[in-house]
């Protein structure tokens, strides 16, 4: 379980170091930093799959993502143009990762402007980075990887192998040199943060993916767009937990049933209403009865993830609607731990009541902050130097 979070100079996040919990809601006003913070989230992701530097390009290059805040207001930080490094990480009981982003060298020859380059990348044991819990460090394209036999000078007796000049400078070495024999903590690591689910505001629109039949195959994982939907509730009711499924059905719908329909092998969800001669099927069903179904294949998946993190789940929901998407989540934080990023203000309290740490963003001085956190309030954290 990942217990801190760490982002600086990415967007209004100048600095953020914060602690997590199974169940963490992370809520705020329009303009405070959640969907950095959710986006930074999500660049960790890609940093297993070696996405990272392809998102910052998408989003314009280091120097559009970069600390987008001023100097000013006694806040002490630096103005948006003296900051050159983009820095995330997390650290847990038995892993730590950063990763740092820099300018890009100057290369005449190429036509990659918008690439930053990976500057420094370390791995270690625990939750705090420490020159004896150090596992690998990236020094540019050079790196260096802790022997993984204790008798041959592993983790606590000092050995280290180097290669120089083995990394380009948008390769992680997450992606590049985690290896059973050589490196089994990167490899480690780099399987649980690719496990890592990230949902953002599903498509519920009368063209969505999830509202056409499609071929039905074993689907423990929804689909990041919700296309598989059918398939995945019938594999919950199949390999997973079917009574959590109608529980959830019931206490959103009362007295609703939902079934899956087969026709030629393609797949199709239909909810049988009260009063309704006829079940429903996914093309006919509001937007949100749709997006409430979506969030339960997802949070009821047969495969639970390591982290499991929600973008505004609320949207396009009725109010009755958040009691019970908030059970479904805190029944998912039992089996994984999971992020939920929302504006409403009654699942953020729903969610509380139901045992999450609430992380409430504001903005001080052009920067976001944790409401009531001062620095000696956060989490032990150090990034690797340059």
Do not use: C
Not at 176 to 198: F, K, V, Y
Not at 319 to 332: I, K, S
Not at 334 to 339: E, N, P, S, Y
């Amino acid at each position: 379980m990942i217990t801190t979070l760490a982002v600086e100079n990415y967007r209004s996040l100048r600095r953020l170091v914060v602690p997590l919990d199974r169940l963490n809601v992370v809520t705020g006003g329009n303009g405070v930093g959640k969907s950095a913070l959710y986006r930074a989230l999500r660049l960790l992701s890609d940093s297993a799959r070696n996405g990272a530097v392809a998102a910052l390009a998408r989003e314009g290059g280091l120097r559009s993502a970069l600390w987008a805040g001023e100097a000013g207001g006694g806040s002490g930080f630096a103005p948006r143009e003296d900051a050159t490094s983009l820095r995330l990480g997390f650290a847990g009981d038995e892993f730590g990762y950063a990763v740092d982003f820099g300018h890009p060298q100057s290369d005449p020859r190429s036509m990659f402007a918008l690439d930053p380059e990976i500057k420094r990348e370390a791995v270690w044991s625990g939750p705090v980075l420490r020159p004896a819990a150090l596992l690998s460090e990236r020094h540019g394209p050079a790196v260096r990887l802790r022997a993984a036999d204790p008798a041959d000078g592993g983790p606590g007796g000092g050995g280290w192998t180097t290669a120089a000049g083995v990394l380009r400078p948008y390769d992680s070495m997450l992606a590049e040199l985690a290896d059973p024999h050589r490196a089994p903590e990167l490899l480690r690591l780099r399987e649980t943060i690719r496990s890592w689910r990230l949902y953002d505001q599903i498509r519920t629109d009368a063209a969505a993916p999830a509202r056409a039949p499609r071929v039905g195959t074993r689907t423990p994982v929804l689909a990041p767009d919700g296309a598989d939907l059918a398939a995945a509730i019938q594999t919950i009711r199949e390999i997973g937990d079917p009574e959590s499924l109608d529980d959830a059905v019931a206490a959103a719908f009362p007295g609703s049933s939902l079934t899956v329909t087969e026709h030629g092998g393609h797949f199709e969800v239909a909810l049988r209403q009260p009063g309704v001669l006829r079940p429903l099927r996914a093309a006919e069903l509001s937007d949100g009865t749709l997006r409430y179904l979506l969030w339960a294949a997802a949070l009821l998946s047969p495969r639970p993830p390591a982290l499991l993190v929600l973008n505004e789940p609320e949207t396009s929901l009725h109010p009755e609607l958040l009691a019970p998407l908030a059970d479904l989540v805190r029944a998912a934080a039992a089996r994984t731990q999971t992020i939920v990023v929302t504006h409403a203000a009654p699942l953020a309290a729903a969610l509380a009541s139901r045992g999450g740490r609430t992380i409430e963003l504001v903005r001080e001085d052009g920067r976001t902050a944790v409401r009531g956190q001062g620095l000696l309030d956060e989490p032990a954290w150090h990034w690797p130097g340059r």
